[in-house]
């Protein structure tokens, strides 16, 4: 079906390093809506802006957890997609010191598909923290009925405003741990992306609009430290510029083509 360039075949096969940096388009191909396109029921008369910010949380506390937690519910229900196995598939076989896999995404969809490792830019949807103190809270540590993995938890599939409970440690509301409008990225998680981005071989951009900073540098930073860069996106984007190659293709489509090709004879 594709028909990959012999010269890129040999870079991806001779890496020491790649990295896969992913953005909504592979979980949109699992069914899971991008960020300003999740909000139907309780939730389509407010703009993403007005949800998920520290302003918000602080005004409306019940109103942004219970969209949370809607959320959470709505990414249980998708399956890693093809392209998310694929790239699972490439680190069990090369080892996650050599295939990394960063994404903009707080879904889960890579470690449910089998990725030993994964570096989230925005924060994960599924953990959470104290909006005072900060300390960090399992989900399974949460009130069973604030567990999206609880089966006879149920949530209205229309939207519900619902109080977030209260941390153990300070008595403060509990937040999700995902990265809001006006937050900074965390510093370390930001410093090891820009690090194993300006020391890989290879970079693979999967999905990403290229237009969210700073995560949207990191192509650029690969290519100016002398890395092949390569994007594998339906559409265009800001980072065709950036990019040596262009596959316009799905994800569930190419990566798995792409392995298959790198990998034949191994």
Known sequence: MFNFDETVLERLQTAKKIVFFSGAGISAESGVPTFRDD???????????????????????ALVWGWYLWRRQRVRAAQPNAAHLALAQWQAAAGADRVICLTQNVDDLHERAGCSEVLHLHGNLFSSLCAECGQSVDEAALP?????????????????????????ACGGHIRPGVIWFGEALDSQVLDRSFELSATCDVLIAIGTSGVVQPAAALPSIAREAGAYVMQINPQETPLDAVAHSNIRASAAQALPELYKHVHKGQ
């Open 39 to 61: 909000l139907s029921g309780l939730w389509a008369q407010y703009d993403p802006m007005q949800l998920a910010t520290p302003e918000a949380f602080r005004r409306q506390p």
């Open 144 to 168: 069973k009925a604030h567990q999206t993995r609880a089966v006879d938890v149920e949530f209205d599939p229309n939207g519900q405003e619902i109080t977030p409970p209260a941390c153990r």
